[in-house]
């Protein structure tokens, strides 16, 4: 049974029945421009879902959310790992070109931690700045891991409101050699994870995703009842390590603390999507749950499920990068479709700005497509998804086919230290600990026949040769024309981590940084 947890929000008082009765009337306040929730979990694998297969069915939401809605089996990550890949959500672009990749080694992923100098860059265009031409009001609820640093924080890159935390909810930490991890309200700290937001690494229970999901419903209330149209990115960070969740939830899942967090989240979901339909905009508000990477396998039984599917986060096989995804719109998105599109998370950037009447930035190349005939007609558009470890183009999907031109797991000193990103699912001379180069003669695989990339189609057959030189001249003009951005993940420094956020003097938190000693990052995978 799912966990009761609010049966209404909490932020909804007597006193202001009158004020909901005015939006809660049955209604449609239909409009040119449709709010916009985008929910993005962390490291959740495509097997996560009953929808998908899971064999312990424990998300009635996320599959009454697909069967109301549009599913899709074939949609990607931009990069498989979580900074990159919600950069490119946000600017609709590769990795490489936004700026979130390193340059210190070939093939390494990288993201934001504490001491990362860089961030998000500022001739970046994000989605809320984008919609905020129309008059969207824009929040972002969790995790953001585009930056900490001044310049790099989401009200200065066009979100209107923030509540949630810089980075991942590591930790705890001593506030000596490394500071816990802030939590925003808006544009100042309101508390760190640990201290003032605990997390019981013991037991794993903490609130967090309740308050994520009442700081969302509280944002769609408003924003409703001044009928102004708004973006809402949801980010809950439960289902990455540590996993937590909330007491009600721990121990309810037949798959543990990580099913625990997932049943939670589940819960959130289907109190979001019933919210919408209570306050009568569900047919004016388009959704679109999905992840920003493979379940991180090398978590063991606290990590998630990548179905059948080879490997997990950090790997551009397609456990690392296929997603869970699903659309919904009643009365727009056709109830209970299956899209066979190629979909990915920076098509959420284009087709978000299309949604809202906006002409796409044309200064830049995006590499996000418009998925509205995919959405109301299911058609399929022809496109290729590039596959990126760093600064690497590692493999590419044209149709059911995948090629690999370059592959590794991670290397034999990390896998040494215990460190599996593969486990219990090793393919000689496929999931190799030494980078492999197939530049010459990639290893090619088709999806449909063999999902888990276990068999190479022979390089002596008919149709290796045909789908060679149909993926060539894709892969040759992609490399042709692509110009990087300035890679944002290569320096490192002790003294830029979160010693003294804003806010920080109101609460007495402010410590007392070390000297800066600037440094290349170290990225092992």
């Given amino acids: 049974m799912e966990p009761q947890l609010f049966p209404f929000p909490h932020f909804i008082l007597p006193g202001i029945f009158d004020s909901l009765c005015s ?15 985008i929910m993005l979990m962390d490291d959740m694998g495509w097997g996560d879902l009953g929808v998908f297969g899971q064999p312990s069915k424990e998300t009635p939401n996320l599959d009454r959310m697909a069967a109301e809605g549009m599913l899709f089996p074939n949609f990607y990550t931009a990069n498989p790992l979580c900074s990159p890949s919600r950069a490119s959500l946000l600017t609709g672009r590769l990795p490489v070109r936004n700026g979130f990749y390193t340059t210190n080694a070939h093939a390494r992923n990288a993201y934001t931690p504490q001491e990362i100098v860089g961030g998000i860059l500022q001739e970046e265009i994000l989605l809320p700045e984008m919609l905020k031409k129309k008059g969207y009001i824009s929040k ?9 640093r001044p310049g790099h924080l989401p009200l200065e890159n066009g979100f209107d409101e923030w509540f949630g935390a810089p980075n991942c909810h590591f930790g705890p930490y001593n506030g000596i050699t490394t ?27 903490s609130n967090l ?21 708004f973006f809402l990115y949801w980010a809950p960070d439960a289902t990455h390590a540590p ?8 121990g309810k899942s037949q798959r543990g603390r990580y099913g625990d967090a997932v049943m939670e989240l589940d819960y959130s979901v289907g109190q979001i999507l019933d919210w919408l339909n209570l306050l009568g905009i569900a047919k004016n508000t388009f959704v679109f749950f999905t992840s920003d990477n493979g379940a991180a396998l090398m978590s063991g039984i606290m990590g998630g499920s990548n179905g059948p599917f080879l490997c997990g986060k950090e790997t551009t096989f397609e456990g690392g990068m296929r997603e869970p995804a699903i659309a919904w719109w009643p009365g727009h998105i056709p109830a209970g479709a299956v899209s066979r599109q190629l979909g990915s998370v ?25 998925l509205r005939p995919v959405l109301f007609n299911n058609s399929i558009i022809d496109r290729p998804i590039f596959y990126y470890r760093g600064n690497e183009m590692m493999a590419v999907r044209v149709g059911p086919y995948k090629a690999h031109y370059w592959t590794w797991s991670n290397s034999w000193e990390e896998f040494n230290k215990g460190i599996n ?28 026949r063999d999902p888990g990339e276990k068999y190479p189609i022979s390089v002596l057959s008919h149709e290796y040769e045909a789908v060679l030189k149909h993926i060539s001249p894709i892969v040759d003009e992609h490399k042709m024309k692509l110009v990087p951005g300035m890679p944002q993940l290569n320096m490192c420094d002790q ?31």
């Fill in 23 to 37: 939006v809660w009337t049955g209604d449609d306040f239909s409009a040119p421009t449709p709010n916009i929730i």
């Fill in 140 to 148: 972002i609820v969790g995790k953001w891991h585009l930056g900490h």
């Fill in 179 to 205: 500071p816990n991890i802030p939590v925003y309200n808006n544009s100042e700290m309101v508390g760190r994870y640990y201290e003032d937001f605990q997390i019981d690494r013991k037991t794993g229970e």
């Fill in 209 to 229: 995703t309740q308050l994520y999901l009442q700081e969302g419903l509280g944002f769609i209330f408003t924003q409703a009842l001044a009928h102004r149209p």
């Fill in 243 to 250: 996993v937590y969740a909330s007491k009600k939830f721990l």
């Fill in 346 to 370: 920076m098509d959420l950037f284009t087709t978000s700005i299309a949604l809202a009447g906006l002409v796409a930035p044309d200064d830049r190349v995006l590499d996000g497509l418009d």
């Fill in 421 to 448: 990103f593969c486990p219990g699912e090793e393919v000689a001379g496929i999931t190799t600990h030494t980078q492999e180069e197939h530049t010459l003669q990639p290893l090619i695989f088709h999806l449909g």
């Fill in 495 to 525: 003294a830029v981590m979160n010693w003294s956020p804003p806010g920080c003097e109101k609460l007495g938190k402010c410590l007392t940084p070390p000297k800066s000693q600037p440094v290349k990052c170290d990225w092992p995978h």
